[in-house]
C-alpha cells in the first residue's frame, strides 16, 4: 500500500515530463532569441527547433503540449498579438510533429547508425519539417500587421534556415545523448587529443569568421573528430563553427557581414548546412565501417572455432584411412 502511494500515477508523470519539455524548450529559445536578426524574434540558429523535433523520437508523439507550451511562452512577450502569438506557436508544434510522423513512416531510426536515417533527417527533419514552421510563423505574422507583405519571403528565408541548423545540430546530440554512457577508463593520450581538438576547433572557427574568408580550414578539423571521435565529436565540433559563424554574421562581421539580408542568410546558412552534413554524414559513415569491420572480425573469430573443432576430427579420420590403406596393402 505504501509501495503504490509512493508511486506517481501515469497523468502525474505525463503532466512533469510535459512541464520539463516546456522549461526546456523555453531555455534553449532565449538562447536562440540572443542571435535573432529579425524582429528580435527569429534567428538564424533556432536550437529550439532541434528538441522540438527530439522530443516525439525519443519520448513519443503524446507529449507535444510541452513543445506548444514552450513555444507560447517564447513568443509571447513578441506578439503583435494574442492569436498571432498562438497560430506561431502551432507552427512551431506541427512542423515537427509532421517531421516525425513523415521519418517514421520512411523507416529512421533514432540511433542514427544508418545512412539513411542521416538522408531522412536532413531531408524530412531539417528541410521539410521546418519548412512548415516557417511559413505559417510568417504568414501569421504578415497577417497580424508584425511584418509587410514585401518582406515575407526573406524572413521566411531567415526563419526557415535557422529551424533548419537547429536540426541539423541539436536533434544528432540529443539523439545520442541517449545512448551515452560515461567511460570507465580513458588514457591519458585520448584526453590530451580531445583537448587539442578543442583547441584546433576554436582556433579554426575563429579564423573561418574574419576577412578574408578561411572557411576551408575547418574541414580537417571535422575529419580528424569524425575519424577519432565518431558522431559526438564530430557534431560537437560542427556546433562549435556555426555558432561562431552565426555570432559575426547577426552583428555584420565576419566573410557575411557586409551582404544585405536575405544574401547574408543564404550564404551563411549554406555554409553551416555543409558543415553540418560533412559532419553528420562523415561521422554515421565512419560508424557504419566500425559496424563491417566488427561483424567481419565477429565472423573471422566463429570460422576460426568451428575450423579448431572440425580439425582434430579430420585429422582422426584421416589417420583412419592411411591406417586402413596400410592394412589392405599388408593383406
Not at 500500500?1 to 508523470?13: D, I, N, Y
Not at 503540449?65 to 494574442?82: C, E, H, W
Not at 575547418?218 to 558522431?231: E, G, I, M, Y
Not at 552534413?277 to 570460422?303: F, M, P, Q
Amino acid at each position: 500500500m505504501r509501495r503504490s502511494a509512493r508511486q506517481l500515477s501515469p497523468l502525474t508523470q505525463w503532466c512533469l515530463i510535459v512541464l520539463g519539455i516546456t522549461a526546456c524548450y523555453f531555455a534553449v529559445g532565449q538562447i536562440g532569441i540572443q542571435w535573432a536578426i529579425v524582429r528580435a524574434q527569429i534567428s538564424p540558429l533556432w536550437p529550439a527547433a532541434g528538441v522540438a523535433l527530439a522530443v516525439p523520437m525519443l519520448l513519443g508523439p503524446r507529449f507535444w503540449p510541452g513543445i506548444a507550451l514552450g513555444a507560447l511562452l517564447t513568443n509571447v512577450t513578441f506578439g503583435p498579438s494574442p492569436l498571432v502569438v498562438l497560430v506561431i506557436s502551432a507552427g512551431n508544434t506541427l512542423g515537427p510533429l509532421l517531421g516525425y510522423a513523415s521519418m517514421r513512416r520512411c523507416g529512421f531510426r533514432t540511433r542514427l547508425a544508418r545512412l539513411p536515417d542521416v538522408v531522412l533527417l536532413v531531408v524530412i527533419g531539417a528541410i521539410g519539417g521546418t519548412a512548415v514552421s516557417a511559413l505559417i510563423g510568417t504568414g501569421a505574422l504578415v497577417a497580424g500587421g508584425g511584418l509587410a507583405p514585401t518582406e515575407f519571403w526573406p524572413t521566411a528565408l531567415v526563419w526557415w534556415t535557422g529551424d533548419a541548423m537547429g536540426v541539423l545540430t541539436i536533434t544528432p546530440l540529443l539523439l545520442l545523448a541517449q545512448r551515452f554512457r560515461p567511460p570507465t577508463r580513458i588514457p591519458l593520450s585520448r584526453w590530451a587529443e580531445a583537448t587539442a581538438l578543442g583547441v584546433c576547433v576554436l582556433g579554426s572557427s575563429f579564423l573561418a569568421g574574419t576577412n578574408p574568408p578561411k572557411t576551408f580550414i575547418v574541414f580537417p578539423v571535422l575529419v580528424w573528430a569524425a575519424l577519432r571521435f565518431r558522431q559526438a565529436g564530430a557534431l560537437l565540433c560542427s556546433l562549435c563553427v556555426c555558432t561562431f559563424m552565426i555570432f559575426g554574421a547577426a552583428r555584420g562581421v565576419g566573410p557575411y557581414g557586409d551582404y544585405e539580408l536575405a544574401a547574408r542568410m543564404l550564404l551563411l546558412q549554406t555554409f553551416d548546412a555543409t558543415i553540418g552534413l560533412t559532419a553528420l554524414v562523415l561521422s554515421t559513415v565512419v560508424l557504419e565501417r566500425d559496424r563491417a569491420t566488427a561483424e567481419i572480425t565477429d565472423a573471422w573469430h566463429h570460422i576460426t572455432e568451428m575450423v579448431d573443432l572440425i580439425a582434430p576430427r579430420q585429422s582422426m579420420r584421416s589417420a583412419m584411412t592411411t591406417r586402413r590403406k596400410s592394412d589392405e596393402a599388408a593383406d
